[in-house]
């Protein structure tokens, strides 16, 4: 048997500055890709619609308070919840698009800069989910990001936090990471993100190209 991995659908992964256009981007990339013939699913975490999921939506709404360690277990058993799915996709040759992972998880835990939960500790749990091939990064300062329209209710959404988990954010970047300035127009970063996106998936379907695991 050949060792050569199997062409695959491409894991792709958002994350950036609160009001950097995540949601937007992902959206319109899934639509474009789907137009262009490629298989391809948009995700986001957290999965509200889960059991998991249903603790951190109360959680986020202020509906609940969990202790910091206890939530920060659930965001990422919530990544571990969706593993197999994900894992049965990307070798059914499906290209999933998804609105933040475990870097949005170990970014805002770390910024509470609580005793005990330093990165280290934060990246532990989501140490062997599978990697992204690529994470898209929406890079926008908090001044920028405030003048579009603010901050909305949810628990992390206030500017000295939001500061601290873009610190956060710029620690973890990798080889995988492409910086994409948020502050242009709409269709100027989906222009940049539908030619970066083609040749990752390109690239997975080609085949010969492991689903590699975090923090790898
Ligand atoms: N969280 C965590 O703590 N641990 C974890 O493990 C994970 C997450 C996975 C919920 O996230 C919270 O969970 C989040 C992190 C934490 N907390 N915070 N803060 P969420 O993904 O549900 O957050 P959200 O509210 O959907 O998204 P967002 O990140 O704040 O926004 P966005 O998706 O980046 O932006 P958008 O919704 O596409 O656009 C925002 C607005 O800007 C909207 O009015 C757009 O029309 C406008 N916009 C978008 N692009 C542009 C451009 N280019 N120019 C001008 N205006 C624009
Ligand atoms: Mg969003």
């Not at 970014?107 to 690529?134: V, Y």
């Amino acid at each position: 048997a050949s060792t050569q991995p199997q062409p695959r659908g491409a894991f792709i992964v958002f994350e950036g500055a609160d009001r950097a256009g995540k949601s937007t981007q992902c959206q319109m990339l899934v639509e474009h890709l789907q137009a262009a013939g490629v298989a391809a699913e948009l995700w986001r975490f957290p999965d509200r619609t889960t059991a998991i999921g249903k603790m951190i939506n109360s959680y986020l709404t202020s509906q609940a308070d969990i202790d910091d360690a206890a939530v920060h277990l659930l965001f990422s058993a919530n990544r571990w919840e969706k593993r197999e799915e994900l894992l049965r996709k990307l070798r059914a040759g499906t290209t999933l698009v998804v609105d933040r992972y475990a870097y949005s998880g170990v970014a805002f835990t770390a910024a509470k800069g609580a005793p005990g939960l330093d990165r280290a500790w934060c990246m532990s749990p989501d140490e062997g989910l599978p990697a992204p091939d690529a994470v898209f990064f929406l890079s926008l300062t908090v001044e920028q990001a405030a003048a579009r329209g603010g901050y909305g209710e949810e628990r992390y959404e206030k500017a000295d936090f939001q500061r601290k988990v873009l610190e956060q954010f710029q620690a973890m970047r990798g080889s995988s990471w492409r910086v994409i300035d948020a502050s242009q127009s709409i269709e100027d970063i989906q222009q940049q993100l539908r030619e970066q996106a083609a040749a990752v998936v390109a690239r997975c379907q080609r085949g010969g190209e492991p689903i590699k695991q975090l923090w790898g």
